[in-house]
């Protein structure tokens, strides 16, 4: 039985990897922070799941600003891969702490990168890269070639720690990954990340609850995709025979205003009545365009998106719907 440590396993992309993997037989380990409330909702009902054996699932209490409980946990666990999703994440807070964004996005990948040399352990290793890092793209579309270009705190420690990974594969032969994974998102996104800000609101204003919602950019454009599908990826990189760094993207663009379009078309709205700039949520800094190639990871790892960006808004609408009707 293979054994995979998760940090971020309580995310949205840890959430669905520990699916994953535990339907695929592994035993599966994951670190969580301590906190006064519990911030496990999106991974509970692995407990609870007749079609997934739950006693193979495993949370462990740390944090990987922690060097020292790392360094213990791989040495008691010996897991066999690691998957490093684990980041302070938003893109528009990371201007407000950018310190902060630094030391867990960055340094957290040395200090696990670190671990792993320390304990002397032969795991694979997968780092969570992002499309955020080619900023100001430099080519369209995005792929392993282009230059990075950041335009935040978020991704130019996203740039450090693609670094770092690549760095010590070469330096110590160690089986590291990055996979620069596009926009990815589902129903378990986090609330204050645009795409599920939108579904969520649709849902609220639909139900009477709401009359606006507030954004910044509308005009920003990415390459959005269907997380579910992109961990599969993750998984992918660490069964080849040689690491590697590998794009995950669609290769097709929508702004933030097709969003809304989709989202609130789907329950017969018109968003123009309901969103409304507000300054705050702009960044100081923009990335207006992304697009990715993921033409490498289709050859190399047969992996290819296969849910459309219309599909994916109505999955999320559809589950905000059904939650926001669950807790009436």
Request: hydrophobic residues 40%; neutral net charge.
């Amino acid at each position: 039985m293979k054994k995979a440590l998760i940090t971020g396993i309580t995310g949205q992309d840890g959430s669905y990897l520990a699916e994953l993997l535990l339907e695929k037989g592994y035993e599966v380990h994951g670190i969580i922070r301590r906190a006064s409330t519990f911030n496990t909702s999106r991974i509970n009902h692995l407990y609870t799941d007749p079609h997934i054996n739950g006693v193979r699932l495993f949370l462990h209490y740390g944090d990987i600003a922690d060097s020292t409980n790392l360094i213990k946990l791989l040495y008691n666990l010996q897991p066999d891969e690691i998957y490093h999703l684990a980041a302070q994440s938003h893109v528009r807070v990371s201007f407000d702490i950018p310190e902060y964004t630094a030391d867990v996005t960055a340094l957290g990948t040395i200090r696990i990168l670190e671990a792993i040399k320390e304990v002397g352990i032969k795991t694979k290793f997968y780092q969570a890269s992002s499309s955020e890092m080619f900023g100001k793209v430099q080519s369209i579309p995005q792929s392993e070639v282009t230059p990075f270009y950041p335009r935040s705190p978020y991704a130019f420690s996203k740039v450090m720690a693609y670094w770092a990974a690549i760095n010590y594969r070469e330096s110590y032969k160690m089986f590291a990954c990055n996979g620069i994974l596009f926009n990815h998102e589902s129903p378990r996104r986090g609330e204050t990340f645009v795409t599920r800000k939108i579904t969520r609101s649709v849902a609220r204003i639909k139900a009477g609850m709401e009359k606006k919602l507030y954004l910044g950019n509308l005009d920003a454009k990415r390459d959005w995709g269907y997380a579910k599908e992109y961990v599969e990826a993750m998984w992918l990189m660490l069964q080849q025979e040689e690491p590697d760094d590998f794009v995950i993207a669609t290769g097709k663009t929508y702004s933030v205003k097709d969003f809304l379009e989709a989202a609130f078309s789907y329950v017969d709205l018109d968003w123009g009545k309901f969103v409304e700039i507000d300054p705050k949520y702009l960044r100081p800094t923009e990335v207006d365009f992304l697009c990715g190639d993921a033409t490498k990871a289709k050859k190399v790892l047969g992996w290819e998106s296969k849910t459309s960006f219309v599909d994916l808004v109505k999955l999320m609408v559809d589950a905000d719907i059904k939650e926001l009707h669950a807790h009436k």
